[in-house]
């Protein structure tokens, strides 16, 4: 199966950028940026990535995220998650990045845009991999914050697809952000959020209702909602789901708990992402791989997982149609057997 599952052309659409340090880049850019890290060396930090909850994984994320400085810092984090995901069957990314996190510690919008961007446009070139970048607000931060991180962002419509809303989810409901995403969608960009991962299903609503996204990330917490499970499936609203992270973050207590496999089979349009691959044990792949083992998936789920990456993606048509074929093509002769 994972030859088949890295075969299958799939979209990434839930990944923060700043959540694919890997140890080694965090303590080669803390030498040369001449920064003393809380941990002696990879190994002991890896062993810091135990997380209680969400709250308890964003401390972590965002003090690592100290050792990004440059813009050559953002272009070689950028470029190492785009090959390793290249090699995993990845032909599209759709990208978060957190501005506020860099903004507040002086580094500005424009040369985080600057390396991530390269990094995006020599992967097009050189892997054929598309992509899309969506800046998040951090919803723990105010509206007012938002706003000005909106402003900055608007020199560089060319480079940015859409808003995100991402960070501290408890307490801090969507509605809080409505006249920031309305800006953003008057400004041309499209709009998604991450709503019932530890918040509840009202704020997946909320979400839908005021800020008017075309994607919830996350979601897991919609079956809490009947009603609103049935209006996902109807309106085939995508869920970009995190199989691995919400283990980690305790969301399910293990991946056989997770609900993605009812969903799927619900009708919706939920999808398979990495969130944080470099604190949650694996990337696409990996994800893919531990669902398929947990639910004993056919190849006719996983590539409706692909296919739903795809349709679930701010591709145009035409590029949705080229990997829908390509999907068919492979289930029509999948590859041999690979020997154990
Ligand atoms: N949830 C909220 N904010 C985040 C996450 C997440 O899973 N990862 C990085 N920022
Ligand atoms: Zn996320």
Redesign the pocket.
């Known amino acids: 199966m994972e030859a088949f599952i890295r075969s299958l052309p799939k979209a990434e659409l839930h990944v923060?950028i700043e959540?694919t340090l890997e140890p080694e880049m965090a303590f080669e850019l803390a030498r040369k940026h001449r920064i003393s890290l809380p941990h002696a060396n990879v190994e002991q930090l890896r062993r810091a990535y135990r997380f209680s909850d969400?709250q308890s994984f964003?401390d972590i994320?965002y003090a690592m995220a100290d050792v990004l400085r440059d813009e050559e810092d953002f272009y070689a984090l950028t470029r190492a998650y785009l090959r390793r995901v290249h090699a995993q069957g990845v032909v599209h990314a759709e990208i978060f990045f957190?501005p506020q996190t860099h903004s507040a510690r002086g580094i500005p919008f424009g040369t985080v845009v600057g390396g991530i961007h390269r990094a995006l446009v020599d992967a097009q070139r050189e892997l054929k991999l598309t992509h899309r970048l969506i800046p998040c607000f951090e919803r723990h931060l105010s509206s007012d914050s938002a706003m000005r991180t909106l402003e900055q962002a608007l020199p560089y419509l060319d480079a940015v697809a859409a808003v995100g809303l991402?960070?501290s989810?408890r307490g801090h409901p969507p509605g809080k952000f409505a006249a920031v995403f309305e800006r953003a969608r008057a400004e041309g960009l499209l709009a998604v959020a991450?709503a019932g991962?530890e918040g509840p299903a009202a704020y997946i609503r909320e979400a839908l209702d005021r800020l008017h996204v075309c994607r919830i990330d996350?979601g897991v917490r919609c079956e809490e909602d009947p009603e609103l499970v049935a209006r996902l499936a109807r309106e085939r609203i995508p869920l970009t789901m995190?199989p691995l992270?919400n283990v980690q973050?305790k969301v399910f207590d293990r991946i056989e708990s997770h609900n993605i496999k009812r969903l799927l089979d619900a009708g919706l349009c939920v999808t398979v992402n990495s969130?944080?691959p470099a604190y949650f044990g694996g990337y696409l792949l990996e994800n893919y791989l531990a669902i398929q083992r947990a639910f004993a998936l056919s190849r006719q789920d996983l590539a409706r997982l692909a296919r739903n990456s795809l349709e679930a993606s701010f591709l145009d048509a035409a590029g949705k149609r080229r990997w829908s074929s390509a999907i068919d093509r492979l289930l029509a002769d999948p590859p041999a057997q690979q020997p154990r």
């Open positions: 923060h959540g969400l964003l994320y957190d991402d960070s989810e991450h991962e996350h995190c992270s973050l969130d944080d």
